[in-house]
Structures are given as structure tokens and as C-alpha cells.
């Protein structure tokens, strides 16, 4: 190893390991409560046992939203409400409407005052906001995670978890900053991206965090997830997650680095951290896999 790359690899895992830079002010993620974030496919069944695990097993009422598809009408099942029962799920509902006045009114909202978990799935997250916005539906979401529940998505599920929504554009999915960039915002400052690798859209964050170098940017990839608990997530899944941070650029280029499964990485410090004894790769070498 020449003393150039021995350098740069003691910096990077210094700033890997130690986290070393002031913590961002407040809370990321949420006070109580869990989020199950994926990057699309969801085929490992180890995240949908895991959504399950954390809504409190097979007898927990789990609501699955459809809303994003923008069908004109669903029929009685989807296919990750297929995924939950097939995992052993014995209570699963559906949930919909376009109807800004339906989702903020006391009926509609029912099933969510009982539910323990929550999925969103994919389709065009600008859907999931005109409906669900600043709703009577939009609160009880943060009740259930006050209450302990968890709340999951896929592809544009997973975007509409976040503070600012990339890809929200209602006139395709390659605009990054579109005219839809408010979501939920169960992870403050954080915009979240997915399909990340198998549509190589690994360098399309950067355009969002040159723009606005406030976000933290999260990429996930297909059949992997990010299960949020306060400040920190695990990696779980078959491929990696993503973190773009304006703030704490690696030297002298990098603008992105990867996380594996088993990694973890606290959204209020934005440090990650590797188990020991992890198969992942070495750090020098994810962080030169990211450079332009």
C-alpha cells in the first residue's frame, strides 16, 4: 500500500469510526417507533419478517397503503400484502383513497387508530402526498409511531418517508427536484432515493445535496433496507444503502460512500460504524468504488 492510499485510508476510516464532526442539531429519526425503508423488490424475506417482528408478530394488525400505483381501483390483495401473509401475517388490511377530504376525515382513519404497522408501496410518491399531507391520516401515522408501531415502505414508499422527496415530479420519475418535495417526515432533513444500483442512479443524488447541502441523502437499493430506531439504522437485506453528506465530504472526492448489511450509521451524528468481523468489503475500497 503506497503512503498516498495508507493516508487516505487512516482519514476515511477515521471519520468512519470515530464520527468525529459536531452532531447535527435535534432528532432525526423518530422518538418511538420503527421505520422499515426499501429500496424496491423486497424478494429477501428477512425484511418483511423484520417489519413483522417490529409491529409486534403474526396477530399484529398491519394497514397496507396502494395509493402511490394510482390505479383506478384495487382489488382485495397486493402483492406485498401477499408477502406479509405468505410470512405468516394474519392480519392484513388495505387502505386507499385520492380524496384529500376522505383521508382527514374520522372514518377513513379508523383502521390506522388500530394498526401496529404500516406499509407504503411503490409507485409515484407526489400520489401518496396530495392524498396523505397534513391529514387527519398524516397524524395518526405519527401516533402509531408515538405508540411504539412501525411504519414501512418500497421504492416510492420508502421517498415519501423522508423530509424532501427526490424523483417527486409529477412529469416523470428522472427530475430530482420536481414540484412535489415535501414528505412525510418521519426522517427529518433526510432525502431518501431507491433503486439506487440496479438503475445505476448511485451519482443522481449529488445534483440534491449540491443544491441543498443542509440533507442528509440515503440511496437503498432493491431487496435491501434501512430499519430506522431513533437516531441509528441497520442495513439489512442482499445489497447496500448509500450516504451522501455535503457536510462531511471524503477527501479529496468522494461524495457517496456504501454501507453493507450489518452496518450501521447514526443519523444524528452521521457516523457509521461496521461490526467486527464483517465480510464487507474494506473501507478504502468502498470509498474509491464511489468516486466520479
Known sequence: MNSRKRALLLLVAGV????????????????????????????????????????????????????????????????????????????????????????????????????????????????????????????????????????????????????FMVRGDTRGNTVMIGDHTVGLGFLKNVTIDQHLLRRNRQFDMLEVIEKHPELLGIGIDEDTAVVVTGDEFEVIGRSYAVIYDNQRMIPPHGRFYFLAPGDRYNLKTRAARRPAGSSAQPIDRVVEQSWP
Open 16 to 163: 468512519w469510526i470515530a464520527g468525529a464532526l459536531p452532531a447535527a442539531p435535534g432528532e432525526v429519526g423518530p422518538a418511538k417507533g420503527h421505520l422499515v425503508i426499501v429500496g424496491g423488490a423486497m424478494r429477501d424475506e428477512a425484511i418483511v419478517k423484520r417489519f413483522l417482528e417490529l409491529a409486534g408478530g403474526p396477530d399484529a394488525p398491519i394497514v397496507v397503503i396502494p395509493t402511490a400505483l394510482g390505479l383506478a381501483r384495487y382489488g382485495p390483495t397486493t402483492p406485498e400484502m401477499d408477502r406479509f401473509r405468505a410470512a405468516g401475517a394474519k392480519n392484513v388490511s388495505l387502505l386507499h383513497t385520492y380524496d384529500r377530504a376522505e383521508a382527514d376525515s374520522e372514518e377513513f382513519v379508523k383502521p390506522l387508530q388500530a394498526a401496529r404497522g404500516v406499509f407504503f408501496t411503490g409507485g409515484r410518491h407526489w400520489r401518496l402526498a396530495d392524498a396523505y399531507l397534513d391529514t387527519r391520516t398524516h397524524r395518526e401515522l405519527e401516533a402509531l409511531l408515538a405508540r411504539g408501531g412501525v411504519i414501512g415502505g418500497t421504492s416510492a414508499g420508502a421517498t415519501i418517508l423522508g423530509s
